[in-house]
């Protein structure tokens, strides 16, 4: 049992490029989550995914989009990275999504945009 | 809307004495509160939620948080911390679907 995994563990990207990040979750949750973790800023949400099937903006969505592609897959994808995208970037899966679901984060990709 | 405060960017306290990691809360409701660890180049792990009923509550690695309604705090606790401890820890508050987390307390504990 992985828990929550994502790929890949480090990235350097140029202004302009595009890249996938991959999260993948064996827990049977119903709801995935990115969120983006900045200094001194805490976790900050960028989208989710109550079911599948479905996915809704959070606090900080410009640049990013999502895909949910199956029950165990979430995958952030950045069109056009920016430095300002710069950050660590945890995927993270929840049983129901209900308030007081607990979210299992997996390791993080750090991603660094030039 | 709903939010958490860290009054502290670090602590520091040696092994073996108690710690305390302090968090403060505003919500609209009932708040479903959490406290998570995150050590270096790792990502979050849980510890310990209050959604309801007893006011302390216990956790992972003999971790336990005080709910208290008044003063409107959720502060992290253990009796003896040990050097393995060291870590950066959040407190976040459900908003919906999201967590709106604190901006970490840096814990560190010296032999």
């Known amino acids: 049992n992985a828990g929550v995994t994502q790929t890949p563990k480090f990235q350097v990207l140029k202004t302009g490029q595009s890249m996938t990040l991959q999260c993948a979750q064996d827990m049977n949750h119903n709801s995935m989550y990115w969120y983006r973790q900045d200094p001194g800023m805490g976790l900050r949400l960028i989208y989710y995914?109550?079911?599948?099937?479905?996915?809704d903006k959070g606090e900080v969505p410009n640049g990013y989009n999502v895909s949910r592609l199956n029950k165990r897959e979430f995958s952030l994808r950045l069109e056009s990275a920016a430095p300002s995208q710069t950050s660590v970037y945890f995927c993270a899966s929840s049983e129901r999504g209900g308030s007081g679901d607990t979210q299992y984060f997996g390791p993080g990709t750090r991603l660094t945009v030039l | 809307a709903q939010s958490v405060a860290q009054p502290e960017d670090q602590v520091n306290v040696a092994e073996g004495n108690p710690l305390t990691v302090k968090c403060t809360y505003s919500?609209?409701?009932?708040?479903?509160l959490f406290w998570y660890v995150q050590y270096p180049n790792r990502g979050l792990q849980f510890l310990l939620k209050?959604?309801?009923?007893?006011?302390l509550v216990k956790g992972s690695y003999g971790f336990e948080a005080e709910f208290n309604k008044s003063q409107t705090s959720f502060h992290l606790k253990k009796p003896s911390a040990l050097v393995s401890d060291s870590a950066l820890y959040f407190c976040?508050?459900?908003?919906?679907?999201?967590?709106?987390f604190g901006t970490g307390t840096r814990l560190q504990v010296f032999p």
């Open positions: 919500v609209s409701g009932n708040p479903y």
């Open positions: 995914s109550a079911s599948e099937g479905t996915t």
């Open positions: 976040a508050v459900r908003d919906g679907v999201k967590l709106i």
């Open positions: 209050y959604i309801t009923g007893d006011n």
